[in-house]
């Protein structure tokens, strides 16, 4: 009934750019049911515990950002077309991880790893130097 579905990874040099895009389906997220669902964006590198990325509010007026991508990276949210993203411009070899997208039905900024409604499977982001 939910589905969250990430695309947009792949492999880049150092100081290039990626846009992600996270698509919610399903009925859970049918209407105007997707503009009442706080999203996040998460990463996890190989030995690493999963880590807050970026976050937005149900209509965009409220975001976060680790502070390791402030100014690097910008999350945004499509409610027509259901859908967030996150550009990332000036890559760097420590986001390398696999990324994935989250759900919380909220109409507050989420920052925390745990609670979330919904997950994604996750795109993987490869920063080659």
């Known amino acids: 009934q939910a589905q969250l579905v990430e695309s947009g990874g792949g492999l880049v040099q150092v100081g290039g750019s990626l846009r992600l895009s996270c698509a919610a389906s399903?009925?859970?997220?049918?209407?105007?049911?997707?503009?009442?669902?706080?999203m996040g964006w998460f990463r996890q590198a190989p030995g690493k515990e999963r880590e807050f990325v970026a976050a937005?509010?149900?209509?965009?007026?409220?975001?976060a950002y680790a502070d390791s991508v402030k100014g690097r990276f910008t999350i945004s949210r499509d409610n027509v077309k259901n859908t967030v993203y996150l550009q990332m411009n000036s890559l760097k070899p420590e986001d390398t991880a696999v990324y994935y997208c989250?759900?919380?039905?909220?109409?507050?900024?989420?920052?925390?790893?745990?609670?979330?409604?919904?997950w994604g499977q996750g795109t993987q982001v490869t920063v080659s130097s």
């Open positions: 937005i509010s149900w209509n965009g007026g409220s975001r």
């Open positions: 399903g009925r859970t997220f049918s209407g105007r049911s997707f503009s009442t669902y706080g």
């Open positions: 989250a759900a919380k039905q909220s109409i507050d900024v989420i920052t925390a790893r745990f609670g979330w409604d919904y």
